[in-house]
C-alpha cells in the first residue's frame, strides 16, 4: 500500500507544483484563464502560491500525516471552486481541470487509506 500511497502523492505534488510554478512565473495561461473568469489577474500569485502550498503539504504529509491529508483536502476545495468558476461562465473546457481535481481527489483517498485505515 505504501508504494500506491507515495507514488500519487509525488505525481500529485509535481503536478501541482508544476502549475504554481506557472502562475508564480507570470505566464500568459493563468493570465487569460483569470481574465476569462472575469478574476483580476493579481490573483495570480496567490494562487500559485495556494499550489505550492498543496504540493509541498503533500510531500510533508510522508513525515506529518496530518499535513498530507490537510494538503489533499484544501486542493480538493481548490479545484472544485476552480471548477464551478469556470461553470459559472460558461467555459466547457474542463479537461485539464478535471485532471487536476481527479489527482487531488486520489491523493486525498490514497492519504486516508494508508494513514487512516
Do not use: C
Not at 489533499?72 to 472544485?80: E, N, P, Q, T
Not at 469556470?86 to 487509506?113: D, K
Amino acid at each position: 500500500m505504501f508504494a500506491v500511497y507515495a507514488t500519487v502523492t509525488v505525481f500529485a505534488s509535481l503536478l501541482n507544483g508544476s502549475a504554481a510554478v506557472v502562475y508564480l512565473i507570470g505566464h500568459e495561461f493563468p493570465k487569460s484563464q483569470l481574465d476569462m473568469k472575469g478574476l483580476p489577474r493579481s490573483w495570480a500569485p496567490a494562487l500559485g502560491m495556494v499550489l505550492a502550498a498543496g504540493s509541498l503539504g503533500l510531500l510533508g504529509g510522508f513525515a506529518i500525516p496530518m499535513l498530507g491529508t490537510l494538503a489533499a483536502s484544501g486542493l480538493v476545495v481548490y479545484f472544485i471552486l476552480a471548477f464551478l468558476a469556470h461553470l459559472r461562465v460558461g467555459s466547457r473546457t474542463l479537461a485539464n481541470l478535471t485532471g487536476f481535481l481527479v489527482t487531488s481527489v486520489a491523493a486525498l483517498a490514497v492519504n486516508l487509506l494508508y494513514h487512516w485505515w
